[in-house]
């Protein structure tokens, strides 16, 4: 356990009942597993369709959700209409699953029957057993994902790592380095404070830029630091965690995408939408073209020009992000003596040979033999030197909890989890809290 924190364990429910049809919710569940934006901006335009949802709600014969290979883990399941009334009508379908991978079993209840469905199972190597529950009505289909763990501290990686890993990415940051940083800094006069000033950044990163947004408190230095990459997707063309600068705090945010950001929430999807959507899967047949090599390393440079600034602390250097984000706390914990305590929450890009166990690898599942080893997080944790502190959704079918722990469990240095059952992809409340411990933590180093 950190000496900054404390391990949190509680039930969150892993996604919500749409009254949309299936395809709309499947492109809803891209949109969340691509941009944590959306999560924002949806609840004004979801508000109106939860009126008449069906809500799906599970449960297992564990609270801790953890297990020993060999005991039975029992899910079962509870369907309410929009008046919170039992749904005794309909079928629901129940499946098993090696955490979306193999399929175990599967087996359809009739509700009016079995208003509340059982299903039991086990495994008998380390891995989470899934449990998913679909009902079918009205033209839309939805679900819910419960998943119990299963000796997850021994879950092993699909694969190994390739033996040039460590030299491709040295030689990788050396090059990067061959391009002069020439960083550009612009204060953003409307949204610096008596307590802090804004600005927006961007370096130089072979033939691009990167670019992003630094808070520096207004008080002396030198001061601790925190940086985070978003969620996958548009990226953000304001500052989001400059509330941290009011602690004295300088904050670096970098978004991964080479365009100068618009604040304008509108202009910056056309921008994304215009050269970037769907970007994590572009040349990923190459490993040095493949679209996250620049960002890593210009997002890389960033942090070493933060570094060496002369009002940052040295050792005092914390990175947090959520999905995507979390991925960067892998790279750039592995890649960046600079980084001083990492925290992330159901990060993307681990095990993507999950499949050679019969698991489902984590988002956005790259297969290519050339390319994928080099971006998997879970060999980028084997560098890690810092304080580590992992949030992990039992309920996330996107960056699934087999792919995040055997990204974890490859972490040598001293390290820390948290266990959300039935979380989904999401973020919970006390992410902030743990953040807030990390800051306390770096404050006193």
């Known amino acids: 356990m950190h000496r900054y924190g404390h391990s949190v364990y509680c039930n969150l429910q892993g996604c919500i009942a749409l009254n949309v049809s299936g395809r709309q919710q499947k492109e809803l569940s891209m949109m969340f597993c691509k941009n944590y934006s959306f999560c924002l901006l949806a609840a004004a335009f979801l508000s109106p369709l939860l009126a008449s949802a069906l809500e799906i709600k599970g449960s297992m014969n564990r609270s801790s959700g953890l297990y020993r290979c060999g005991e039975i883990a029992t899910f079962r399941f509870h369907v309410s209409d929009d008046s919170e009334k039992p749904l005794t009508e309909g079928q629901i379908t129940l499946e098993l699953s090696n955490d979306g991978g193999k399929l175990f079993a599967a087996k359809t209840f009739d509700l009016a029957k079995e208003p509340e469905p ?24 939805i ?51 008596a307590k802090y000033t804004c600005y927006k950044v961007s370096f130089a990163n072979f033939d691009e830029r990167v670019y992003g947004f630094l808070t520096m408190p207004k008080r002396a230095g030198p001061f601790s630091a925190l940086i985070s990459v978003p969620g996958a997707g548009r990226g953000f063309g304001v500052p989001r965690y400059s509330r941290y600068a009011e602690q004295g705090v300088a904050v670096l945010e970098m978004n991964v995408l080479p365009f100068d950001p618009s604040p304008d929430i509108k202009e910056l999807e056309r921008q994304y939408q215009k050269s970037y959507y769907g970007y994590f899967l572009k040349n990923t047949d190459h490993r040095e073209k493949y679209f996250y090599y620049k960002a890593i390393l210009g997002i890389n440079r ?119 059952i039935g979380m989904g992809h999401t973020i919970p409340p006390d992410y902030y809290r743990e953040l807030e411990q990390m800051v306390k933590y770096l404050k006193n180093k």
Not at 151 to 165: K, L, M, N, Q, S
Not at 348 to 373: E, H, I, V, Y
């Open 143 to 193: 679900w819910k994902s419960e998943a119990a763990g299963y000796e997850v501290e021994r879950i092993t990686p699909g694969a190994e790592p390739p033996e040039d890993f460590k030299s491709f990415w040295d030689h990788a940051v050396s090059q990067a380095e061959k391009t002069p940083l020439d960083p550009e800094i612009k204060e953003i006069h409307h949204l610096s404070t």
């Open 118 to 141: 059982e299903l039991s199972g086990t495994m008998t190597s380390p891995g989470f057993l899934r449990c998913r529950a679909l009902i079918k009505k009205e033209g839309r289909t």
């Open 302 to 420: 960033s942090v070493n020009w933060l570094a060496g600034r002369a009002d940052i602390a040295a050792g005092r250097i914390g990175y947090f992000g959520q999905s995507q984000g979390g991925a960067f706390g892998f790279f750039l914990g592995g890649l960046n003596p600079h980084i001083n305590a990492v925290l992330v929450c159901v990060p993307a890009m681990c095990d993507f040979f999950a499949k050679n166990k019969d698991r489902q690898p984590g988002w956005p599942q790259l297969s290519n033999l050339q390319t994928a080893p080099y971006y998997d997080c879970v060999n980028f944790a084997r560098y890690m030197k810092c304080p580590f502190t992992i949030y992990v959704g039992f309920g996330d079918i996107s960056c699934t909890p087999s792919s995040n722990y055997a990204a974890y469990n490859a972490v040598p240095s001293e390290k820390k989890v948290i266990n959300k």
